[in-house]
């Protein structure tokens, strides 16, 4: 069946540092979702991209959408300690009417002051 | 507030027991969804129901059902507890039928089992 990799698990940060998180779907996705949950929250919708190359930007976040619509990108600029949290992507299946969304492993992002 | 509201926050009970986990979602949202989430599995899918009707199934156990009522809200049965299942317990909501627009999560359930 369809899964949805992340790399990297893990992601220590300095303060002040850029780091980007990738996700690789083995089939081709109708979308991409993107979702940031907080130690001891729930997760929380960031952004959608849907057309393949989409790139889009939400403050120091950048998203990108690959061309073959089968992997995505979460680029930070400049960490703060308010980005610490697990960063997921999660996708419908093309091939899914209904529509229910992948969840890859996530990114636990931890940022040092 | 995010709008899904989920109860109870905690709970702790023993092997073999069940409980009832009940979700409302957000206003005019029609779909309901279940995921468990525990630390080696990530977020995994257990299952959907739009207006009512069941709509997809992933990975859930038999012991496990749930509905959707008239109102709209859902409930999780998870019976004949066993350790494993200690995880956090999340309903989301949207709008539509399909996984196209982004999901509300609650703040889910904490199941502990003891």
């Known amino acids: 069946g369809q899964q949805v990799m992340q790399i990297p698990q893990y992601q220590h940060v300095q303060e002040g540092e850029d780091f980007t998180t990738y996700c690789n779907s083995s089939?081709?996705?109708?979308?991409i979702q993107w979702y940031k949950q907080r130690p001891g929250g729930h997760p929380v919708f960031l952004i959608q991209?849907?057309?393949?190359?989409e790139v889009k930007k939400q403050k120091r976040l950048t998203f990108q959408f690959g061309e073959a619509k089968k992997n995505s990108s979460l680029h930070i600029t400049a960490t703060q300690t308010t980005d610490v949290g697990t960063y997921f992507c999660?996708?419908?299946?093309?091939?899914?009417?209904?529509?229910?969304?992948?969840f890859g492993a996530g990114t636990q992002v931890v940022v040092t002051p | 507030d995010s709008g899904v509201t989920q109860t109870p926050k905690h709970l702790i009970t023993a092997t073999g027991q069940r409980v009832t986990l009940r979700c409302s979602p957000r206003?005019?949202?029609?779909?309901v969804y279940w995921y468990q989430q525990s630390l080696d599995q990530g977020l995994q899918f257990l299952i959907q129901?739009?207006?009512?009707?069941?709509?997809a199934k992933g990975n859930i156990l038999e012991r496990f059902s749930a509905q959707q009522f008239p109102d709209l809200h859902s409930e999780l049965n998870l019976s004949s507890l066993e350790l494993g299942d200690s995880a956090l317990y999340f309903c989301?909501?949207?709008?539509?039928?399909?996984?196209?627009?982004?999901?509300?999560f609650g703040s889910g359930t904490r199941l502990t089992v003891v």
């Open positions: 999660a996708g419908p299946r093309t091939t899914d009417s209904w529509g229910k969304l992948q």
């Open positions: 991209l849907v057309k393949s190359g």
């Open positions: 089939t081709t996705l109708s979308n």
């Open positions: 989301a909501s949207s709008a539509r039928l399909t996984g196209n627009y982004g999901y509300t």
């Open positions: 206003s005019g949202d029609l779909s």
């Open positions: 129901y739009y207006n009512g009707e069941e709509r």
